[in-house]
C-alpha cells in the first residue's frame, strides 16, 4: 500500500498482527485487503499456521468436524476447498491455511521467524511500539495479537532434566525426523494431545511407558472416510449449517440437547449415552446427549458412570483399567480419541500411576518415581500449555501509564469480551483471556469481524482509540466468573482455570455462554451500541 494511501502517515505500518494462525491470517486479510490498511504481520515460525505449525506430533488432528473446522466468510472457498475424513489431521489443516495465505496474498505482509518480544504502547503519539526478538522495532496504531489460546508450551522440569541421555520431546514443538520405531517410549501427560499421540505412537514403540497423574474421561472420536456425496451434501447447505453454529452453544456443527437427563428412563438414558458413544465425539456426547451433563451433579455422574462401565469392558487387566478409571466429575475439556483405552491391551504398553507414585527425578538412562526406575530411550512431554494467556506473560507488554500485562493480570486475566483490555488502548486481542470456551475457529471469525468493525469505524470518524471502562471490563468478568461458577467445569483442578502450571493463579479464564450467547453481546457492543467519549477518546458502555 502506498504511503498516500496511509491512515497513519508517521507511522510503520497502519496496524500489526502478531500469529500466523486462524486468527492471525483472518485478521490481515480484514485489515489489509477488505480496509485497505498497512499491516505487518510477525510470526515466529517459519511459515503459517500457528498451533498447527509446531503441533506435528504423531497422530495430531482437530477433534473439531472438518466441514466446520474452517473459515466461513468466503464461499467460493468453502465450495473449492475439501476433504477425505470427517477431522483434519495436522498436516491438512496446514495445507489448508497455506493455501488460504496464497489464495489471499497474504505472505506478502508477513515476517517470519520473528518473535515479538515486547510491545510498549506510546500515550503522547498513542500508537504501538513493537520490538521483535531480532532488535527491529516498528510503530502502528493499531495492535492485534492472535498468540494462540494453546501454544505457549507448558513443560514440567524436574531434578535431572539436563542428565537424562535420551531424547526429549515436548508435543507443542515437534521437530521433523523423529523415530520411535522399536525404542523405549515414556510419555508424561494424558490430556487429549497425550490421548492422540499415546494411541498414535504405541504400534512404533519397543515399549511405551505412559506415566498418567489424572485419568481422563474420553469417548471414541468417530473418525471416518467421508463420501464425494456426504460432503457435496455439506456443501448444498453451508448458509444453513453456518447459521446453526453461529448461533449455538459449542459451535461444532451439531444440535445441542434441551433434554434433562432424569426426564427420561434409565433405559432411554442408556440408549442415547450408547448411540453418541457411537456416533463419536468428546463435546457432542457431553452437550448432544442430554442439556444438563454440564450443570447438573447429578446428570453428570450418570455420562461418568457410562464412561467408567465402557473402560471396565474396553480394558482387559483390571488392575489398568482402575488406574484409567476417574472418579471426580466428567468436568475437564471433553475429550475424544480413536482407540485410546483399547491401546492398554497391547503387550507393549504400560501404565504408571504419578499420583500415587509421583515423578522423583529424570536419570541418566529414564525417569524414576518413588516406584522405582524406568529405562528409556525416548521421554515425550505431553503436558500442554500455558493456555490463555501464556505467550502475553511471556513478552514484555506495556499499556497506559506503562502498566505491565504481568501486573495486569496479577490475580487472573481480565479480558473484555476475550478481545480487549483497559488500560491497553487500541490493543486487540483474538482468543484473549474470557472468550467463548467453544470450537474456536467459528469463534475466532466472531471475534476477528468484529476488530474489523471497530477499526473501520474508528477510521471513518478520526479516532485515535479506543479501550473498554473499567466497569464493563469488571461487569464482563464477573457475568464469566458467574457462568463458569454454575457448570461442573469450575470443580475441576485442570488447565481451562490455570491448574496445569504451578504457581498460577486459579482464575476464570472463559464465557462459558456458547458461542450464540456471546455473539449477542458482541451485537450489543458493536459500534452501534458503544460511546465515543470525547474526554479520553475511548470507547464507553451507554
Known amino acids: 500500500m502506498s504511503e498516500n494511501n496511509r491512515v497513519n502517515v508517521g507511522l510503520d505500518f497502519d496496524a500489526v498482527v502478531i500469529g500466523a494462525g486462524f486468527g492471525g491470517l483472518y485478521a490481515v486479510h480484514k485489515l489489509q485487503n477488505e480496509l485497505g490498511l498497512s499491516v505487518c504481520g510477525y510470526e515466529k515460525g517459519g511459515d503459517v499456521g500457528g498451533t498447527w505449525y509446531w503441533n506435528r506430533y504423531p497422530g495430531a488432528l482437530s477433534d473439531s468436524e472438518s466441514f466446520v473446522y474452517r473459515y466461513s466468510f468466503d464461499k467460493e472457498l468453502l465450495q473449492e476447498w475439501t476433504w477425505e475424513s470427517n477431522y483434519l489431521t495436522q498436516k491438512e489443516v496446514l495445507n489448508y491455511l497455506t493455501h488460504v495465505a496464497e489464495r489471499y496474498d497474504l505472505y506478502r505482509s508477513y515476517q517470519f521467524n520473528r518473535e515479538i518480544k515486547a510491545a510498549q504502547y506510546n500515550e503522547e503519539g498513542d500508537y504501538w511500539e513493537v520490538t521483535t526478538d531480532k532488535g527491529d522495532t516498528v510503530t502502528a496504531k493499531y495492535l492485534v495479537t492472535g498468540l494462540g489460546l494453546l501454544s505457549s508450551t507448558n513443560k514440567p522440569m524436574f531434578k535431572g532434566n539436563e542428565i537424562f541421555q535420551g531424547e526429549q520431546y515436548h508435543t507443542g514443538a515437534w521437530p521433523d525426523g523423529v523415530s520411535l520405531e522399536g525404542k523405549r517410549v515414556g510419555v508424561i501427560g494424558t490430556g487429549s494431545t497425550g490421548i492422540q499421540l499415546i494411541t498414535a505412537i504405541a504400534p512404533q514403540c519397543g515399549h511405551l511407558t505412559v506415566f498418567q497423574r489424572t485419568p481422563q474421561y474420553s469417548v471414541p472420536l468417530g473418525k471416518r472416510p467421508q463420501s464425494e456425496e456426504e460432503i457435496n451434501e455439506i456443501k448444498a447447505n453451508y448458509d444453513k449449517i453456518w447459521d446453526q453454529v453461529k448461533n449455538s452453544a459449542t459451535a461444532f456443527g451439531y444440535e445441542e440437547s434441551d433434554v434433562p437427563a432424569f426426564s427420561v428412563s434409565e433405559e432411554e438414558r442408556e440408549r442415547i449415552f450408547e448411540e453418541y458413544w457411537n456416533k463419536g465425539n468428546g463435546f457432542r456426547f457431553m452437550f448432544g446427549t442430554f442439556g444438563d451433563i454440564a450443570t447438573d451433579t447429578e446428570a453428570n455422574e450418570a455420562a461418568a458412570s457410562f464412561i467408567r462401565k465402557k473402560i471396565n469392558q474396553i480394558v482387559k487387566d483390571k488392575e489398568t483399567a482402575e488406574k484409567l478409571t476417574p472418579q471426580e466429575l466428567y468436568a475437564r475439556r471433553p475429550a475424544a480419541d480413536n482407540g485410546y483405552y483399547e491401546t492398554f491391551n497391547r503387550g507393549n504398553v504400560s501404565l504408571v500411576d504419578v499420583k500415587q507414585n509421583p515423578i522423583q527425578e529424570l536419570t541418566p538412562k529414564g525417569v524414576k518415581t518413588t516406584d522405582g526406575e524406568y529405562d528409556l530411550d525416548v521421554l515425550i512431554y505431553a503436558t500442554g500449555f500455558d493456555a490463555v494467556e501464556g505467550n502475553y506473560v511471556k513478552m514484555d507488554l506495556r ?144
Open 399 to 542: 499499556g497506559r501509564n506503562g502498566v505491565a500485562i504481568q501486573d495486569k493480570w496479577e490475580d487472573g486475566p481480565t479480558g473484555y469480551l476475550g478481545i480487549m483490555n483497559t488500560d491497553f488502548p487500541n490493543m486487540f486481542m483474538i482468543l484473549g483471556p474470557n472468550g467463548p470456551f467453544t470450537n474456536l475457529v467459528p469463534t475466532i471469525g466472531t471475534q476477528v469481524e468484529w476488530i474489523s468493525d471497530m477499526v473501520k469505524q474508528m477510521v471513518e470518524n478520526n479516532l485515535n482509540t479506543v479501550e473498554p471502562t473499567a466497569d464493563a471490563e469488571s461487569e464482563w468478568l464477573e457475568t464469566c466468573r458467574t457462568i463458569a461458577d454454575a457448570t461442573v467445569f469450575s470443580s475441576a483442578q485442570s488447565w481451562i482455570f490455570g491448574a496445569n502450571v504451578p504457581g498460577k493463579k486459579s482464575a476464570v479464564r472463559f464465557y462459558m455462554g456458547g458461542l450464540g450467547n456471546f455473539r449477542k453481546f458482541l451485537e450489543e457492543s458493536s459500534i452501534e451500541g458503544l460511546v465515543f467519549n470525547k474526554e479520553r477518546n475511548k470507547v464507553t458502555q451507554e
